[in-house]
Nanobody
């Protein structure tokens, strides 16, 4: 199967920057879409941004112009650069991999990392 391991995150002051990374491992041939979601206390998990293997990106309105997603297809790794952070960006950030082509002609969908905490102080 597929394992996603996130790194980065932590505590930063408002206006600061943080970077996250997420590496996927397993019997992976290719990953169609990777992305980041977040969940704040008492709220539902929400989309932050996604990127396809071809480089097409999608951002939540709340992070447009501040966050940048990128990926290294050869390393099955996705990155999230977060700038101009706000206290409302505080959440657990989850990495997601969807539409994964696996070995032996198999396909897998909707894999999640364990989450990494991002806290922005005012």
């Amino acid at each position: 199967q597929v394992q996603l391991v996130e790194s980065g995150g932590g505590l930063v002051q408002a206006g600061g920057s943080l970077g996250l990374s997420c590496a996927a491992s397993g019997s992976i041939v290719s990953i169609n879409r990777m992305g980041w979601y977040r969940q704040a206390p008492g709220k539902q998990r929400e989309l932050v941004t996604t990127i396809t293997s071809g480089g097409s990106t999608n951002y939540a309105d709340s992070v447009k112009g501040r966050f940048t997603i990128s990926r290294d297809n050869a390393k099955n790794t996705v990155y999230l650069q977060m700038n101009s952070l706000k206290p409302e960006d505080t959440a657990v950030y989850y990495c997601n991999a969807d539409r994964v082509k696996l070995g032996r002609n198999q396909k897998g969908y909707d894999y999640w990392g364990q989450g990494t905490q991002v806290t922005v102080s005012s």
